[in-house]
């Protein structure tokens, strides 16, 4: 009989190996902290039952071996997250009332390929939570490559956006806020998914070749980003799904839903 602790064997979905593979996380969980009640992390399922699901962490599945799932933490996580816990204080910014937030000092290429890293994750993940991201083999296979090449590539080359979301009616950051990526269009018709974690809207351009203003929001090879003030209110779709989320489960965490 099979262990339940005995790893799956199947393609490394990085260096496209056949090997046992780890329970690896889509997005990282150090983003689960602020979501987390009773030392568990609390799905809503958005379906006719109104059930839900609990996970001991935050949401994983089979997608990378030993040696990969090891390079994305030592190579973009470790560093990022100790960044970020060192040098930014998302809740500092409670009822701020500047309109626009700037990063600096970030490491260019270890900051674009982590958050890369996580859209590229959802394209593999087969959570309910990630279905609408959806790359073509094109750009995953770009992607795939520059993640383990360590490249970034050119600011235009799948440029990456931020704002901070705010609760409009309390002034507070939503770091307990996580929901179902989404998926959009440029103007000039190239895809763009949008992350919400960490109290922030990330959103990411699918092309390698995207026109950028010359005093761009996005982050620059410098190593600078612009943050917007977003609210809550002013996106109905999300307004929505948390203000129904709240009243069917109003001792549960409004942290993650998903979409059905």
């Excluded at 602020?34 to 109104?50: C, E, G, S, T, V």
């Excluded at 970020?84 to 990063?103: A, Q, R, Y």
């Excluded at 103007?187 to 092309?207: C, K, P, Q």
Aim: glycine share 6%; aromatic share 10%; net charge neutral.
């Amino acid at each position: 009989m099979k262990s339940r602790k005995e790893s799956k064997i199947g393609q490394c979905r990085l260096c496209l190996e056949e090997k046992p593979l780890c329970e690896s996380h889509t997005i990282p969980e150090f983003w689960f902290q602020a979501l987390y009640q009773n030392r568990k992390f609390i799905q809503p399922k958005m379906d006719q039952k109104h059930g839900i699901q609990i996970y001991q962490k935050g949401i994983k599945e089979p997608m990378l071996c030993t040696e990969c799932e090891g390079f994305l933490n030592s190579t973009y996580e470790q560093p990022i997250h100790k960044f970020w816990k060192e040098n930014i204080k998302i809740s500092d910014l409670n009822g701020s009332e500047k309109s626009h937030f700037v990063l600096q000092n970030l490491n260019y290429t270890k900051f674009k390929l982590y958050h890369l890293s996580i859209l590229w994750r959802g394209h593999h993940a087969k959570n309910p939570m990630f279905e609408k991201v959806c790359l073509d083999e094109q750009h995953e296979n770009i992607l795939r490559e520059m993640i383990l090449a360590q490249n970034p590539g050119e600011e235009t080359d799948y440029p990456i956006f931020g704002s901070v979301l705010f609760r409009k009616a309390t002034g507070e950051v939503m770091e307990d806020l996580m929901i179902q990526p989404l998926k959009g269009t440029t103007e000039d018709g190239h895809d763009v998914y949008r992350f919400i974690y960490g109290g922030l809207n990330w959103l990411i351009a699918v092309s390698s070749n995207i026109q950028l203003e010359e005093n761009t929001d996005s982050l620059t090879s410098e190593g600078r980003m612009i943050l917007h003030k977003t609210y809550l209110e002013d996106d109905p779709r999300i307004a929505k799904l948390v203000k129904k989320w709240f009243k069917t489960f109003q001792t549960l965490p409004t942290s993650l839903l998903v979409e059905k």
